[in-house]
């Protein structure tokens, strides 16, 4: 086989450059499987470099069923190698890998993928291959006992692959098509009302505290009396965990209501809330 020929099969094999395969050969001294090898060491080299760099860009990729369900942020540096078919096929088989592993990275990245390499291994080709930063980022699975998961992708890019990914768990021992219009509604609602957390008594006390910096910022050069201000300062943190809480938002479908007044009016027994969450790239 002449060199040229190794140079190919050397591209088709590894998805590298052709002077990079044709250094690779010449180095190997017309070895493939040395050639391989070199590209490996210099592709952890240069993905190394592109890891400075920032990765804003990316995509959510959603798997599993109604009863366990993950969600996997994969991001890169642009939209455009977001679309990318080999980064999709890429982030679809790791959102499989995630949901069997339970949103485990430190297990994720040891995976073996179909071709036979862990997805650490075929992160850093995938970085040599595209030119871009690449990163694993954020990760859930929801799986709860008695209970169904829905879920909402919005800006879909390809089936399970989205801008934007909800799942929220409800607990239940029924089935009917009521409560999976309501699953499917909420899910939209969180999409698009974006909650911090259940209930107000379930917000992070540290979101809290930085709330109220800010709302005693806002209030420090007004002329009011203290007692005026505390009260005006309760009111705004109070509006904020009502806002933010989502039990008590303004149910997107019908404003004049709240979530925890549909879950009412629903009335289902034993139906709750389990818990959700929302992955957004970007946020």
């Not at 993950?70 to 190698?81: G, K, L, P, R, Y």
Request: contains cysteine; proline residues 1%.
């Amino acid at each position: 086989m002449v060199d040229i020929e190794k140079v190919k099969k050397l591209r088709k094999s590894t998805g590298a450059g052709f002077k990079d395969c044709n250094s690779a050969i010449k180095e190997s001294n017309g070895n493939i499987d040395k050639a391989v090898e070199i590209l490996r060491v210099k592709g952890i080299t240069k993905a190394s470099k592109k890891m400075s760099r920032e990765a804003k860009e990316g995509v959510v990729v959603l798997s599993g069923n109604a009863k366990k369900t993950s969600v996997i942020e994969v991001n890169c540096e642009t939209d455009f190698v977001a679309k990318n078919d080999d980064f999709v096929n890429f982030v679809k088989e790791l959102g499989e890998l995630n949901n069997k592993c339970s949103s485990d990275l430190g297990k994720l990245i040891k995976l073996n993928m179909i071709n036979g390499k862990t997805v650490e291994e075929n992160l850093v080709a995938l970085i040599v291959k595209i030119g871009e930063k690449i990163t694993i980022g954020r990760s859930k699975t929801i799986e709860n006992q008695n209970t169904k998961n829905f879920t909402y992708q919005h800006s879909v890019i390809r089936n399970n692959i989205s801008k934007l990914s909800v799942i929220v768990s409800l607990k239940t021992n029924q089935n009917s098509n009521q409560i999976d219009i309501f699953g499917k509604q909420l899910s939209m609602h969180i999409a698009a009302s974006n909650p911090i957390a259940l209930s107000s008594e379930k917000i992070n006390q540290k979101i809290l505290d930085k709330e109220q910096e800010l709302i005693s910022e806002e209030l420090k050069n007004t002329e009011k009396p203290q007692e005026i201000i505390k009260k005006i300062s309760l009111g705004k943190l109070n509006k904020f965990k009502n806002d933010n809480s989502l039990m008590t938002q303004d149910w997107v479908m019908d404003p004049k209501k709240k979530v925890k007044d549909i879950l009412e009016e629903l009335n289902v027994n034993d139906l709750k809330i389990a818990e959700f969450y929302r992955l957004k790239i970007g946020e």
